[in-house]
């Protein structure tokens, strides 16, 4: 063989084994990419619990969806999140709890995903929500019978700051 054709061959080689599809998913990782990242990913068919279409930030739609992205707050605001759940068993129900930077429960709600798995969460303002450092961490689980069995799903930060005048 001709080195031009050696050289050809493994171009071609190298081109097809860079071409293959990379899944992605899985639970126990962060909701959003990281503590303050982007949305999780939607790729892949993975059997594990996952979160996709992750949105936070401000104002929901006639679904719960968010609409307008955010990671900064002003005291007073609600706060939303909307994501689907993907993977869990039947039955299952997602738990989002809001702490404060020094990790004490704020709040917590339970809710059951739509048929799709979408479901949304808001953490609403007013006085009670003071400026500084938040945390939100999302489970799936049963809750029956209590205690239940919470399985971590992942985690999205976010700041309260004063109201600009």
Known sequence: ?????IA???????SALGCGEKK????GTSAAGGAGGGAAS??????GPRITKFRF???VDANGVVLNESESFHSGDTVSVSFEVKNVPAQSQVKAVWNDSAKKKIFEEQKVPSGSGAVSF????GPTVPDGDYIV???YGTPDPPPGKWTFLGTKSFKVGPKKP
């Open 1 to 5: 063989m001709k080195p031009m054709t």
């Open 8 to 14: 050809l061959v493994f171009a071609i080689g190298a």
């Open 24 to 27: 992605t998913g899985g639970g």
């Open 42 to 47: 939607d790729a892949g068919g993975g059997g």
């Open 57 to 59: 930030g401000a104002g």
């Open 122 to 125: 808001q953490l609403k303002g």
């Open 137 to 139: 961490e999302f489970f």
